[in-house]
């Protein structure tokens, strides 16, 4: 299982944090990902890391901005946000690897807007 | 980024009929390590997105065997058979050969 939380509204510049609690699975064996999906539209990759956390890899639109982490003693994987711009509003979902990742199946996400 | 083009991008069905999408990818996705790292997600409208398919024609659990995947290399297809209600959705291909994972724009499935 996994919940999305953090999400809100915040000014362009601005600065979220994300969480995404596990459970159910050995979270600390498992790549994980965030996924986002802005409204109306497609589903975009935005960062992943592996099971220690050590590695981590961004897309070009994230990179500079976003930072994922992860606590495997807290089942919960991060994603912080800064310098947020209104292209960045999306509903974004945490999944379970990356190859062939798996989302929550009651899952909603968590929606971040980006307005002024 | 391997670019994933679906077809089509609205199908209208009848209840009971086939349906059939394509996607195809930029560039091979056969991995360094012998596996094709094509999936097919499910999404309902309000819902997270469901894996249905993963490499290529691997059925997830659950999913009914009316959902069939097949394909290499560049070409894949996602097939429904005898479709039902509960089919309707947006239906998307992706890829997780190379990362970025990246992912169709999606087909609209609903019934006619």
């Known amino acids: 299982q996994l919940v999305e939380s953090g999400g809100g509204l915040v000014q362009p510049g601005g600065s979220l944090r994300l969480s995404c609690a596990a459970s159910k699975f050995t979270f600390s064996t498992y790549w994980m990902s965030w996924v986002r999906q802005a409204p109306g539209r497609g589903l975009e990759f935005v960062a992943n890391?592996?099971?220690?956390?050590?590695?981590?890899s961004y897309v070009d639109s994230s990179k500079g901005r976003f930072t994922i982490s992860r606590d495997n003693a807290k089942n919960s994987l991060y994603l912080q946000m800064n310098s947020l711009r209104v292209e960045d509003t999306a509903v974004y979902y945490c999944?379970?690897?990356?190859?062939?990742?798996?989302?929550?199946?009651r899952g909603q996400g968590t929606l971040v807007i980006v307005s002024s | 980024d391997v670019v994933m083009t679906q077809s089509p991008l609205s199908l209208p069905v009848t209840l009971g009929q086939s349906a059939s999408i394509s996607c195809r990818s930029s560039q091979s996705l056969v991995h360094r390590d012998g596996n094709t790292y094509l999936n097919w997600f499910q999404q309902r409208p309000g819902q997270s997105p469901r894996r249905l398919i993963y490499?290529?024609?691997n059925r997830d659990s659950g999913v009914p065997d009316r959902f069939s995947g097949s394909g290499s290399g560049t070409d894949f297809t996602l097939k429904i058979s005898r479709v039902e209600a509960e089919d309707v959705g947006v239906y998307y291909c992706m890829q997780g050969t190379q990362w970025p994972g990246t992912f169709g724009q999606g087909t609209k499935v609903e019934i006619k």
């Open positions: 890391i592996n099971p220690d956390g050590s590695e981590t």
């Open positions: 490499k290529v024609s």
């Open positions: 999944a379970r690897r990356i190859m062939t990742p798996l989302f929550d199946p």
